[in-house]
């Protein structure tokens, strides 16, 4: 299958500052990226998707202000938390879906652990 | 997208099979079933999905009831690698379609 890599794989930062997760997708073209948050012993939840050269489409609920997406080029895809609090602190993974993939598999990253301190 | 019903856990012995069971009594004609498992620490990691025909691959084995009210995914030989939460999702073909995750099944695999 696909590969999508993020960056990094872990963060630790201070209240009041801000974060940058990279995901890229390393051997096919993402038109279609998705960003999820992942909280101890919770499922995934979906924040928002992000087709390239467009705004991003936050879901109910998540901060488009606080959660800077920008989706730049087929193969990157970046998630900036801004002011980062502690209550920030997740498990926050990228996923992808390439061009041809209308029903077919959406890839995902192995993740980025951010602790805000 | 329609939602889908899962056991919240479930064991198995290593190398007999283990059949998770999925109900999407609600799906609809151009929704698909995926399945997608998450190993601790770790992003998803695609298995395997289908429309109403059985599949297999060198994952697992996909079977799709005839109605296509619930699924089955078969992992044959189940491996202590196989302990994760295992999560089976409906998504249209769409490509502004969704995977919205529920709790998934957590399996655990035993010696």
């Known amino acids: 299958g696909a590969v999508v890599s993020q960056h990094p794989s872990w963060v630790i930062c201070k209240s009041g500052t801000s974060v940058k997760i990279e995901c890229r997708s390393l051997?096919?073209?993402?038109?279609?990226m998705f960003w999820y948050r992942q909280f101890p012993k919770q499922s995934l939840m979906l924040m928002a998707t992000s087709n390239e050269g467009s705004k991003a489409t936050y879901e109910q609920g998540v901060e488009k202000d606080k959660f800077l997406i920008n989706h730049a080029s087929l193969t990157l895809s970046t998630l900036t938390v801004t002011s980062a609090h502690p209550e920030d602190s997740s498990f926050y993974i990228c996923s992808a879906r390439g061009r041809l993939a209308g029903s077919g598999e959406q890839y995902f990253g192995p993740g980025t652990r951010l602790t805000v301190t | 997208d329609a939602k889908t019903t899962q056991p919240p856990s479930m064991d198995c012995a290593e190398g007999r099979a283990a059949n998770l069971p999925c109900n999407h009594s609600?799906?609809?004609?151009?929704?698909?079933v995926y399945w997608y498992r998450q190993i601790h620490s770790q992003g998803p990691q695609y298995i395997i999905h289908?429309?109403?025909n059985n599949e297999t691959n060198e994952m697992a084995s996909l079977i799709i009831t005839e109605d296509r009210k619930s699924s089955t995914l078969i992992l044959p030989h189940a491996t202590l690698r196989d302990t994760a939460v295992y999560y089976c999702?409906?998504?249209?073909?769409?490509?502004?379609?969704?995977?919205?995750f529920g709790t998934g099944t957590r399996l655990q695999v035993t010696l």
């Open positions: 051997d096919f073209q993402a038109t279609t």
């Open positions: 609600t799906i609809s004609g151009n929704e698909y």
């Open positions: 999702i409906v998504r249209d073909s769409g490509t502004a379609s969704k995977l919205t």
């Open positions: 289908g429309l109403k």
